[in-house]
């Protein structure tokens, strides 16, 4: 029962492409090589990373007509699958912000940057990335301070955004920022002037963040992505998908870290028993199990939601990582436990699923943060107070 | 358990109900029907028993076509037949007498119970024995062509109004505990010589819905057997299996999901505003705990049905196999006394204090004297816990200390204990 | 280790103050008599009640001169012992208002209400009753909207008091207002114009609650406890001394319940072993005998600050009740759960425990509330936002 | 516990101290002093092991003594001799050793004990062991009048700085399991033959407080045994018990808290107030999950001290015997867990994420991939509850697979499993 996927339902090529991904980690990429990459700054290979591209992980959300598409049809769902995949395996590389900046130049980004940026990074050869929070380390819209100020010399970026995965790989960033106090997206070099970035760690093995500071960068009015001030629904949608994703890939550490836990735990003797047979042990992972296949429902569901375009996928969003951020952390956290003293050293591999766990817990919002932003839409929905 | 070839498609069969649901099922919004009713009108149609043969009273199809009805019903916004008795009846005493009856057996009861014209019950649990079913004292004395029955029953849900109970009993009390029980078909009639139904009060203070039975000699046709004589565990854990499915409202007893399309839409009108809008009126809307506890309450009601959905996709698929309900009514159950939980939170003195001399019961404080009941009815949490381990991912199961004894055996050490 | 009290060194006159009441409740309300009082509408019996204060259940704050007097100096830390008991077996009758009426006005009362009052109250043979919280049923100070009017009549009082306990039993209210919008406190007469009493019941077996109206109440300025608009410390100290009082009631409610949990699952067979062999349950009896412990500690360092006047009284009570209110009503909810079914029948006293548990969690605020209010007093700490 | 006639008074003992430490001790505002040079210029003034006999190096006086003395001096804002390598030595094995050591012993190893001139740890668990630290499978054989040791020990605090190792190994291998355990001092000086002492690597990266540790064929003199041969289990026990009493800041290894004189107020500038200060300049202090985990810290660590000096209290009274250390250590430890979940949540990205190419460990997702060590030394958090269950409540113990088993039967069942 542990290792079903997020999608039950997978068409044949679905099937294959998890299989393939699956290879691709375990040969390319197996957790021996994560531990090296911990040493190294940038986290993952170029050419890693175009192998990755060349099986997919960089097309599912990019124009077709710039190289890249889907497998059914249903980007996110697709999607899914590869980032349940990274999970079970930790795999490097910049999956979640290259995915997105695709998107949204996919979806909003005129012909000049589709051209630009597209082909490019379907193969793995340039990575952009998204540059959306700010220090305060919030994904909301009401946290933007960056500013598009209309100057003389055209439009000109101001602000810093930090937590950026990848940072110092990318080329591109899309940066959102507010343009006559509107939310507003614009792709922008880094190698141009008034751009600054200064590189970061995270607790994570392989994955790097930086934070970008533009101070008076200037921005190509045919590079804003959709129009000025209208990003609002476009960031949403984006902020869904990084979600989507990152919920399952939570599943994906999840799941694999109980699974070897349970291996671990069948074969340890401690009174002359498999560690297992001890009831409170077997009941702690009783209810984890339950919580991994709800957390799979909630991932399944709010994919096909964010796929469908359903007004209801903002709350499922809040819903899924409130849920799954919370419970995913807390499933290593007790394997750890179940472990034992092994499970705090740097020998045992359970440390690097703890690592990639409380990354994606805290990132694009935190369990807490989407708690508080879920009861306040339930809140909305209520009423105004008597 | 997808559909065998010769089965009627899906596709086909749902355009068929669909116009049988528009012009025969009440809407929600009219007043809510008798189920027995709602059952027999389903029943004489045929599609009462959606996954049951023919023969015996059913529609010969698959659980994926009940599925597919009682989802369309809702969609529809129809009344379906639902509540206790029929879920217990339908959805665990029937399959449990489709699998394990004889032919006779199944064509004498099977019909009457999906008609809704006899309501059975299960008679499983003692008042000494807890979880351990499998330890029933209740005494089954083969004499000649009849069955003499002596002991006594608990928990049993709604016995007093129903007309059959499948009753485990002990045939050989030399075999191991679990190799020497029955399970007998008892009627509840209170004309039934020998029989005394009780209903057992709630911490409430009011009838609830579970009964005692008590057996004072109670002679029974052979025929009343369901499945052999000491195979009566294999009966018993059947029943257990479709009693958890039922709880989950999956298998057997599915009856679909009253919610409207979102997934995370399910039950949001409902009880979490109500707390909101409490918590508001009591100025404690900006509490931090209070908040925490409705939110929790609305994310465990949004994952349920999304959680029952996916298992019931994996039973169709195959992915699912197994004791997938106990996982559900773990769930279930437990999300329910949080909400509890969080009723008495948001409400505060107001849960529990009322004015008047009456003994209000509708308030947050009566729900938590009961809120156990769910997680200790059809298999405790702890129960369920050792099933997901043990049978569901094949955990070492506890040491037991029974193995290899007599039951007459297990008794006396145990007596040597007390 | 269940049945150790709060209080773990007591002079020799305590321990016989313990067993007195003990033996006292065990005699004349065991539970078979609590159950009987079930139907009752009153509650208690007052030919009890007078009983039970000549064994000093309304004497420990009052006045000396008029008939009260502390076993040892500590008035909280010994109703602590009192308040214990009763939560052990379920004691009906009106400790609780008796004993913080008897407090404010020996504090803070004129001697013609001393006079009035007092010895009566002592004796068991008046009941006054404190009237506080309002309609959102809140124990705060800024809940209070009752007002003392200024007239040429005199005082007079209007609002509506609600959650008081055994308001019907009482010839006396001591009333929170506001006058001149400042905190004030009045003894006020049950039977006197422009009061109004309406009953009420509660979840528990024996206590009752009513709603007190008061429009245009006559309040006699010699009834006024303390100075007009000055009451705001004597509240907060009634406050902490109902919130310690709770608390060891509470730790009663639930020592005995676990106690008798475990006596019940020592000799109850499942599969062929008591079932307190089984592990999961053993831990989670562990878990609670630990929350256990905790809460005496903290109920005693609670009684002890209370006493001593500490200026961190108010914190500790918060506290307090945010844990104890918890846990002990967690520990009989579980107790049920370890019981199984026969736990949710009336029949077995298991229910009654649950009963009263809800009541005082919820009673004199909830351990929500106390916790928020507990964050607020460490948020001021911290000092002002930057 | 409490003073024998003969003893020093404790009023008498308190006024002595108190001058003692206003004259000797550094107030804390001073820069940290040598926990080891503070350790002997109490040795050295008779204030050090002050509940062991004068004979070994101690001042001869009580428990309630020691309290005395440390609560003194953090009342009068002293610096105390702190830190896991005292505790370890005079918390833990000073007392194993004064209990059973036989007088020779104790003359030979307590006065460089309590002196910190020789500093000593436990050697029990195994690297396949776990929790269940009477399977040890190292081997001490007698030879003549020494014993020779052989096998490796694990999760041994500071062995690579200590003088002496205290090795639970099996001397009767056809004995129960808990019946032919030996308890023998081990020299770690890098000089003695045979020995290798590794450092493990913790989950952050770095060289952690724990060793490994490798005996190739150890010889030692007999002399070094502590306790009986055969008995060690006994010993172990003494062992542990002190342990998670010391853990706990009990008993042997009090050393006082360091805290206001109000108990709510314990710890409160601290870590509490840092987190709603990070919450506020995240702008999430609203957020009622953070307010709530916040909020529950500071519970915990006002409840902590309270409870300990409860437990202590009931020692010196008598109402407190036995296992009470396993309740303070099971709740530090799990307390500690959620000082770091709420750490998490009021962090967010910050708490995970940070500038530069240097790897730092000051952060929250660092103290959560090394949190769960609390809940693992010293006796998991699972061995706790069992201990509390079993022992200080007497519930019925796990029924045990091998009782009435040699060891080597238990090892060939065990190996017949895998």
Same mark, same amino acid.
């Given at each position: 029962m542990l290792g079903l996927p997020v999608q039950l339902q997978m068409s044949d090529e679905q099937e294959a492409f998890r299989e393939a991904i699956r290879r691709f980690i375990e040969t390319e990429v197996p957790l021996s090589k994560v531990r090296d990459l911990y040493g190294v700054a940038e986290g993952f290979e170029s050419a890693w990373w175009q192998e990755a591209a060349r099986l997919g992980w960089t097309s599912l959300f990019a124009d077709e007509r710039y190289g890249g598409g889907s497998l059914s049809g249903g980007r996110v769902r697709d999607a899914v699958i590869l980032a349940e995949e990274i999970g079970r395996g930790l795999a490097p590389g910049p999956f979640l912000p290259v995915n997105i900046v695709a998107a949204a130049i996919s979806r909003g980004g005129s012909d000049e940057i589709k051209t630009e940026l597209l082909p490019a990074l379907v193969a793995g050869e340039a990575v952009a990335v998204w540059a959306f929070a700010e220090r305060a380390g919030r994904w909301t819209l009401n946290g933007l301070e960056a500013a598009i100020d209309r100057t003389g010399d055209g439009l000109l970026l101001t602000g810093a955004k930090h937590y950026v995965e990848a940072a110092d790989n990318a080329s591109h960033a899309l940066v959102a920022a507010l343009c006559d106090g509107l939310p507003t997206q614009a792709i922008v070099r880094l190698?141009?002037?008034?751009v600054a970035v200064r590189r970061g760690r995270s607790i994570d093995m392989t994955r790097r963040f930086g934070t970008i500071c533009f101070e008076n960068a200037p921005v190509e009015p045919a590079w804003v992505v959709g129009e000025v001030g209208q990003a609002a629904e476009a960031l949403h949608q984006q902020l869904h998908i990084a979600v989507a994703l990152q919920c399952a890939e939570l599943v994906g550490v999840a799941d694999r870290t109980l699974d070897f836990t349970i291996e671990y735990g069948r074969d340890r003797f401690a009174f002359g028993r498999p560690i297992l047979s001890f009831q409170e042990l077997k009941h702690r992972i009783a209810d984890m199990v339950q919580w991994l296949e709800a957390s799979k429902a909630l991932a399944g569901a709010l994919a096909e939601a964010v796929d469908e375009g359903d007004a209801d996928a903002g709350r499922l969003a809040h819903t899924a990582k409130a849920y799954i951020g919370d419970k995913a952390a807390r499933i290593v956290d007790d394997c750890v436990q179940i472990t034992g003293g092994i499970g705090v050293t740097w020998e045992h591999d359970i440390h690097m699923y703890n690592r990639r766990a409380a990354l994606l817990r805290a990132l694009y919002g935190s369990p807490e943060e989407h708690k508080e932003e879920l009861y306040c839409l339930l809140e909305a929905t209520v009423g105004a107070s008597t | 358990m997808s559909g065998a070839s010769g089965t009627e498609a899906l596709s086909e069969f749902r355009r068929r109900c669909q116009n049988w649901i528009a012009a025969n099922l009440p809407p929600k919004s009219a007043p809510a029907e008798d189920p027995v009713a709602l059952q027999r009108l389903l029943f004489d149609s045929g599609y *009462?028993? !959606? %996954?049951? %043969?023919e023969e015996y009273?059913? *529609?010969?199809?698959?659980l994926e076509h009940q599925q597919a009805f009682y989802d369309l019903a809702h969609e529809l916004g129809r009344q379906v037949p639902s509540g206790v008795a029929l879920m217990v009846s339908v959805g665990m005493l029937g399959p449990t007498i489709l699998e394990h009856g004889s032919h006779e057996v199944k064509s004498r009861f099977l019909p009457g119970l999906l008609r809704g014209d006899d309501l059975w019950i299960q008679l499983l649990s003692e008042p000494r024995g807890g979880s351990d079913m499998a330890g029933a004292r209740t005494r089954l004395v083969r004499d000649g062509d009849s069955y003499v029955l002596t002991g006594s029953k608990m928990w049993s849900t709604g016995a007093h109004q129903s007309d059959y109970g499948l009753c485990l009993a002990r045939t050989d009390w030399e075999a191991p505990k679990h190799r020497g029980l029955s399970m007998i078909a008892v009627p509840l009639a209170p004309t039934t010589p020998g029989l005394v139904v009780q209903q057992t009060r709630s911490a409430d203070g009011t009838m609830g819905e579970f009964c005692e039975e008590f057996f004072d000699d109670i002679v029974l046709p052979? $025929?009343?057997? !369901?499945? $052999? $004589?000491?195979i009566g565990w294999a009966v018993a854990q059947t029943l257990l299996f479709h009693e958890r499915n039922a709880v989950a409202n999956v298998g057997y007893g599915y009856i679909g999901w009253d919610q409207s399309e979102s997934p995370a839409g399910a039950y949001e009108p409902g009880r979490v505003s109500d707390l909101i809008g409490i918590a508001r009126q009591r100025g404690v809307d900006q509490n931090s705990s209070v908040r925490q506890l409705i939110a929790d309450v609305f994310i465990e009601e949004a994952v349920l049905p999304l959680s029952s959905a996916r298992v019931m996709t994996g039973m169709a698929l195959g992915t699912h196999e197994g004791q997938w309900g106990s996982l559900l009514k773990l769930q279930e159950s437990e999300a329910a006394i949080e909400r509890v939980r969080a009723a008495l939170a948001a409400c505060g003195a107001e849960g529990v204090i009322w004015e008047g001399d009456d003994i209000e019961l509708d308030n947050p404080g009566t729900s938590w004297l009961l809120a156990r009941g769910g997680t200790l009815a059809g298999g405790s949490s702890e129960m369920q816990r050792n099933i997901i381990s043990e049978r569901l991912l094949g955990l070492p199961r506890e040491p037991s200390v029974e193995r290899g004894l007599s039951f007459n055996e297990v008794l006396r050490r145990q007596e040597s204990f007390e």
């Open positions: 190698d141009g002037p008034g | *009462a028993g !959606i %996954p049951f %043969p009273g059913g *529609a010969g199809l698959t052979s $025929e009343n057997l !369901i499945g $052999e $004589e000491n």
